[in-house]
């Protein structure tokens, strides 16, 4: 499919997406409240600056776009058509990123979660992956 919009109006609207406070962060939230955890946002401390800190249980959430972190398998990890070589060393870096980091914080001591964009979307599933990455005694 071309793309509808040209380059200026491409770059805008990419321009205005953030990288906290997003619809499926919100969502993750969301549940983690629901299931009556507390927890810190985007401690810029911590490498990679994790989405949420569960400092209490010593554990990391990071809430990944499938589209910007290749989601092995997902839809929504398409590739753009145009600048093909661009893009693919982009998600390269990305993928590489994401893997250092959460090798780093697990070396020193912390539990990594992972939530996939597409994961936030019924609400019933999410709460369900929650709660059984987060099994563990809560006291």
């Not at 953030?18 to 619809?23: D, L, V, Y």
């Not at 990455?133 to 006291?139: T, V």
């Amino acid at each position: 499919m071309a793309d509808t919009l040209d380059k200026q109006q491409r770059s805008a609207l990419m321009s205005r997406i953030g990288p906290s406070n997003s619809k499926p962060e919100m969502a993750v939230r969301s549940c983690l409240h629901g299931l009556g955890f507390r927890f810190g946002l985007h401690n810029s401390r911590l490498l990679g600056t994790p989405d949420i800190v569960l400092r209490k249980h010593k554990t990391l959430v990071f809430v990944h776009g499938c589209f910007w972190h290749r989601h092995t398998g997902c839809r929504k990890a398409t590739s753009p058509k145009t600048r093909v070589e661009f893009w693919q060393d982009k998600f390269l870096a990305n993928v590489r990123r994401d893997r250092r980091v959460r090798r780093k914080l697990r070396a020193d001591g912390w539990r990594v979660i992972t939530v996939w964009e597409c994961q936030t979307v019924e609400r019933d599933r999410l709460i369900k992956l929650l709660a059984r990455h987060l099994s563990f005694n809560r006291n």
